[in-house]
Nanobody, 132 residues
Framework: QEQLVESGGGLVQPGGSLRLSCLAS??????????IGWFRQAPGKGREGVAC??????????YYVDSVKGRFTASREKGENRVSLKMDNLKSEDTAVYYC?????????????????????WGQGTQVTVAS
């Protein structure tokens, strides 16, 4: 059974940092075969694409929504079947449940955009709360 499990959420003060982790089981989280996305959903709002990584045919893509550029970094952990989202300089508006997701290679993550509907493997989410 293919599963994604997020961890690393919690309560942090504004300006602080967190690293979210997304561990895959039942499949190998290899960017040659999957695009990886990070999404978040704040109370009362829709699910927003935050970042994604993909290695297409001869070209890789990474995408960050404008509100997190320069503060969030998505990465693949070498030697481990997991990806991470490092979040720095956190703001109160970053408060949300964060989800990782995977899509087949060539889907979901494109230059300059992320397509939520093309991600078909989702984790259960981890809560991030930024408050003083």
């Amino acid at each position: 059974q293919e599963q994604l499990v997020e961890s690393g959420g919690g309560l942090v003060q504004p300006g602080g940092s967190l690293r979210l982790s997304c561990l895959a089981s039942g499949f190998t989280l290899d960017l040659d075969y999957y695009a990886i996305g990070w999404f978040r959903q704040a109370p009362g709002k829709g699910r927003e694409g935050v970042a994604c990584m993909s290695v297409g045919v001869g070209k890789g893509y990474s995408y960050y929504v404008d509100s997190v550029k320069g503060r969030f970094t998505a990465s693949r952990e070498k030697g481990e079947n997991r990806v991470s989202l490092k979040m720095d300089n956190l703001k109160s508006e970053d408060t949300a449940v964060y989800y990782c997701a995977a899509a087949d290679a060539g889907y979901g993550c494109y230059e300059g955009r992320i397509s939520r509907g093309e991600f078909d493997r989702w984790g259960q989410g981890t809560q991030v709360t930024v408050a003083s």
